[in-house]
């Protein structure tokens, strides 16, 4: 991994009480250096909450979170610090795109060159004039990320970028925050979707009624939670079936012909086959029904409170 | 400075600006001409009580036809720049972009302080433009007045200066009222409501008190923010008026108890 083992945001027993309901409930997690965090949870977890906290927007009524140490609200310069992507309609609908980052620029003294050279970024120039309420739910969120990449900062936070994009808006959106990881920024993204952080996060943490359910680095957090199971086919399942049950592996037919492997990695189910002179025709690792397994460890915890 | 430059980019960048001046422009010739009729046909002998008709001969007086002339437009561009400096809070509720503000500057004194300097501007902006018009419209409307410009009396210019003093407070009124009323169109519509209509209703308020309660309810009819905002400009004192000072007291208090009130709530809200 070679990732420094430095924590860039720490969240300590943070605690927020509406009037009835207890919407984060002394949640303590800390996200580290140059990773993609996947802030995970139902809907009503209470992830808007604990990122507007992190960002200084809501006010804790316990705890508190820090980055590099320092509250939001005490950072020299926050917007060359941390990047933040909360609602996707957060702008004057009677502005142009352009101008809306540019009123960030001058509110934070940076030139305005920095508008269109983050408007490039997320490949919004063609419609960097266009007003912003002509644009589409997948244009308002590249807009949010080029306002949170107008200070190149080390540390980005996302709320749910995913939410109302397109297949191709997604697969875009996940490449970018990629590259932007790989550049050694340290990336926090929020969402209620376990199959999106598979693909994209290092870490997660999980969340469910306010409070931490499991935090840790993706494959061991989910391996915890499912067991790796092997998805194979072949036109000698007998055969196969016999060679894995002498390395202790199950095998459990499935209705579309291919057989599910439990109790060894692919590797070793290769092996086998190769050993008894099986052919395969396909071998992929699967995890077992982990939306399942996530819901089953928040249920209860979800839906409206 | 980054701020304050910032927040009139704000309103540079939306359509609010020049909305605010086509509907200004209408109204400011309204007022010109009303200002003018009335001169031209009020007499002190119209008055009915000996106290109103010293008050109309008063008024009558060049320097304070002068006075009111050159302040023309008074009355709805300080409309125009309460709405406008409400609405520099308001929006950034309405439009969510609260969020990005405070993300950009977490201090908020800061930015409610840059909210209160780019209103004072708006102000300003729009002071100097009704002032330069009136330079340019009321010579000719006092030659048919049969009076001179006026323009060599010093009580002309303080007026002029005391109504630009008019228009930064009630600037900063209108932001601490914004804070108040954080939804947009309640802002809009309470703060319009009460400005044209509240005056003649509190007025009103304020006769019957003092004609049936107690005499003194008329010196306190200076506490209502348009009656002071017009009593601080009145050229020379009237008959039967309070002093000069005690309207600009009244303005900036209420500006600064709105701006302190507005610092304060803001800085404890959550923005969500
Ligand atoms: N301003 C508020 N007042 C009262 N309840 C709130 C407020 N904001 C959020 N909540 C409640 O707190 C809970 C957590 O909300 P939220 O943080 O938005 O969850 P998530 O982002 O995980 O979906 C929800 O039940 C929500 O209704
Ligand atoms: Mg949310």
Redesign the interface.
Known sequence: MGAPASDDIVVDHLTKQYKKLRAVDDLSFSVRSGRVTGFLGPNGAGK??TL?ML?????PTAGNATFGGQK??D?HD??RQVG?V??A????????GR?HL???C????LPDSRADETLELVGLTPAAKRKFKGYSLGMKQRLGIA?AMLGNPKVLILDEPANGLDPEGIRWMRDLLKALAAEGRTVLVSSHLLGEMQLLADDVVIVAAGKLIRQGPVDEVLGSMGAAQVRVRTPQAAELTTALAAIDAKVSPQSDGSLLVSGAEAAAVGHAAFTASVELHELVSERGDLEQVFLQLTAGMAGIR | MNLINAELFKLRTTAIWWIMGIVLLPLYAASVLANWAQFANTSPDDAAGTDQAEQVRAALEPINVATSLYTSGQFFGILIVLLLSAIIVTSEFFHLTATTTFLVTPKRESVILAKFGAAAIVGVFVWLLTTVLNMIVVPPIMSQLDLSTQLGEGAVWRAIGLNLLAFVLWAVLGVGLGVLIRNQLAATLILGIVYVIGTSVVGLIFYLLTQYVAHWFENLQVLVPTTASALMISGTELPGNPPRWVGAAVLIGYAIVAGVVGTLITKRRDIS
């Open positions: 808007t909450t507007r960002l200084g927007l809501v006010t939001y609200t950072l926050p917007i933040a909360l609602e309609s957060s702008a004057h609908r009677g502005r142009s101008n540019r009123m960030i001058r509110a934070a003294g306002a």
